[in-house]
C-alpha cells in the first residue's frame, strides 16, 4: 500500500513531503555531529547523501514501507526531519533530529504529537514507538513529552551502524486507555 505523506501543522511547527529545495539545509543541518551521533546519518553529509536520502524516502513511500518528512517552522523552512517505519499491521516507530539552532524549543515534541495522531488516525496505528538511545536524554524527554511510556525495555537495533547497534530505550504510545484513543 503506498503511503502519501500528509501535510500537518499546529500552527507554529509543521510536517510535510521532503522536496528538492530541501537539500541546502538538511546538507546544513546535518554537518551537527549530535545528528551523526544519534542517527544513521553519515557524517560528513554532502548534497548527494541528501538527493539519496530523498530518493530512498520516496521509494519507502511508494512502497508502504515508512515515511520521511521534513519537520518545518511557521515560514515552512526546514528545522528536521520525522520518520515513520517499522510498519507493521497496526504497530510503527516515529524517528526525528531537529537543526541545532531549534532545538530545545519543543519542535520535536510538537512533530512526534503530529505525526503520531496522524499515524493512529488515518493509518489506524495503535501502538508506536519512539526507541532513543539510553544515552540520549534530550529525546528520551522527547519521547516522554509527547505521550510515549518508557517500557523498561532494551532493544538492539540492527539497521544502526555496527558499533551503535545496542542500548536503545523503547518508549511506547497506546491507543488503549487514552482519551483519543479506541
Known amino acids: 500500500m503506498r503511503l502519501v505523506a500528509p501535510t500537518l501543522s499546529d500552527g507554529d511547527v509543521g510536517i510535510r513531503p521532503l522536496r528538492e529545495a530541501d537539500v541546502p539545509a538538511l546538507v546544513a543541518a546535518c554537518q551537527d555531529p ?6 544513521r546519518v553519515p557524517s560528513p553529509y554532502t548534497v548527494e547523501d541528501a538527493r539519496q536520502f530523498l530518493a530512498i524516502a520516496a521509494s519507502e513511500a511508494a512502497g508502504g514501507r515508512g ?21 507493521d499491521g ?45 544515552d540520549n536524554a534530550p529525546s528520551q524527554r522527547v ?9 523498561g525495555a532494551l532493544r538492539r537495533i540492527a539497521r544502526m551502524p555496527p558499533g551503535r547497534q545496542d542500548g536503545y530505550m523503547v518508549y511506547r504510545w497506546g491507543s488503549a486507555g487514552h482519551p483519543d484513543g479506541d
Not at 503530529?114 to 488516525?121: E, I, K, N, Q, Y
Open 90 to 134: 497496526e504497530t510503527g516507530e516515529i524517528g526525528y533530529w531537529v537543526a541545532a539552532e531549534a532545538r530545545g524549543k519543543g519542535v520535536a515534541v510538537r512533530a512526534t504529537v503530529l505525526l503520531r495522531d496522524w499515524a493512529h488516525a488515518e493509518l489506524g496505528l495503535r501502538e508506536i514507538e519512539v526507541l532513543p538511545h539510553r
Open 67 to 87: 515515511l520521511a518528512l521534513a519537520i518545518t517552522d511557521a515560514g515552512d523552512r526546514l528545522i528536521g526531519t520525522i520518520g515513520l517505519m517499522e510498519l
Open 143 to 151: 519521547a516522554e513529552r509527547a505521550g510515549f511510556t518508557d517500557s
Open 34 to 39: 549530535e545528528i551523526s551521533r544519534w542517527t
